[in-house]
């Protein structure tokens, strides 16, 4: 049994045991009020010191990831967005990368066959369990401002909508009568953590890499979907008084009313220990993709000669002051330059030839 995982699994059990024995003794304002407010407190000022120190972070060379023809002669068909060269194609390479997961969906896994014969096959499992992981959480976040807000905004209601879209009515016997509407991004979440967490667990290469900080937030979110659908399918809550408890939490006029049961303030502990995690994990690749100079650069390096500006001030020898100094020998030895020597004057080669016998006694 992997030891990794087995920690962040037992200290997700210690949590949810702690929000239970602590609602049990009567201390709904700390895990309703002040939990939330400091991990919000915490996610706000971890996530912009985060992305303020990379933005400080030098950057003196072009380094983007090319994976394709550069621009350069006219015959030659440019790759626009795997070599951009300019800041509308960077724009579209950011968009695909955060939109759509573009550099995901090429990656490939690398196998040996019949011995010692490489495979190579795309993980497009990866790349749709990662595409359904976000935006399924994406359509969570926004499902749930429907709790923050009053009137409730037009797109939230939109999302809902679609959301809810499938039915499901052959779910309907399994839960109560008159189960609401099933929104598919709740299950798509749920569905997506597990198949991450398996592949952590089921591909070797995969699970020696993996740290127990890797399966925390997993399981994090894996209880957050859980207690969610449980809430709304199983056991049922006092919406009104949960959103109540919300409103009062972004009025900073809290207060905590009667009706809102334990696995509430379970669901909303583990958001908050998530949002506390947040800035000091690799959950942070949510602000780094922004200023990853591998995406947010062009690759006009052929087109335009970068300088870092961080370099210490050095003597050089440039080719020209080589060729100046060396040009002579470089012709004797047939060595190609760029600028051949001045033709010497009639008289000036005389007396050269005429020095040349002298020099020679001199040496003997």
Not at 121 to 149: D, K, S
Not at 245 to 266: A, D
Request: aromatic share 16%.
């Amino acid at each position: 049994m992997n030891a990794r995982y087995m920690f962040s699994l037992i200290a997700v059990i210690v949590l949810l045991l702690i929000v239970w024995a602590g609602t049990a003794v009567g201390l709904q304002v700390v895990f309703g009020i002040i939990i939330p407010y400091l991990a919000i407190v915490i996610f706000i000022t971890g996530f912009f010191f985060k992305v303020l120190n990379w933005s400080r972070s030098a950057v003196p060379f072009r380094i983007p990831t090319t994976a394709g023809q550069h621009k350069s002669l006219p015959w030659l068909k440019h790759a626009q967005i795997d070599c951009p060269t300019n800041k509308w194609q960077v724009v579209v390479r950011m968009a695909l990368e955060i939109l759509t997961f573009r550099s995901l969906f090429r990656n490939t896994r690398m196998s040996l066959k019949e011995g010692s014969k490489l495979s190579y096959q795309l993980e497009i499992f990866l790349w749709v369990g990662a595409l359904a992981f976000h935006y399924a959480f994406l359509a969570v976040v926004i499902r749930h401002l429907r709790f923050f807000t009053e009137p409730v905004p037009f797109f939230v209601q939109l999302v809902e909508n679609i959301d809810s879209f499938f039915r499901f009515e052959f779910l309907y016997p399994v839960f109560q009568f008159g189960l609401p509407g099933v929104f598919l991004s709740g299950l798509v979440l749920l569905l997506a953590v597990a198949y991450l967490f398996l592949r952590r667990i089921f591909t070797p290469q995969v699970r020696y890499i993996s740290l127990a900080s890797d399966y925390f937030p997993l399981f994090l979110i894996f209880g957050i979907a859980l207690t969610g659908i449980l809430m709304r399918y199983v056991t049922k809550i006092d919406v009104t008084a949960a959103k109540e408890l919300t409103m009062g939490l972004v009025s900073f006029q809290p207060t905590i009313p009667e009706g809102v049961g334990t696995i509430f303030y379970i669901h909303v502990f583990f958001v908050s220990i998530l949002l506390a995690y947040f800035p000091f994990s690799k959950l942070m690749h949510l602000g780094g993709i922004f200023l990853s100079p591998t995406r947010n650069l062009t690759a006009d390096t052929r087109a335009r000669r970068h300088i870092n500006p961080w370099n210490y001030p050095v003597p050089v020898h440039t080719y020209e002051e080589y060729e100046d100094e060396f040009r002579e020998k470089m012709i004797e030895v047939g060595i190609p330059v760029e600028k051949m020597p001045e033709e010497k004057p009639v008289e000036e080669e005389a007396a050269v030839e005429d020095e040349k016998p002298a020099q020679e006694e001199k040496k003997e």
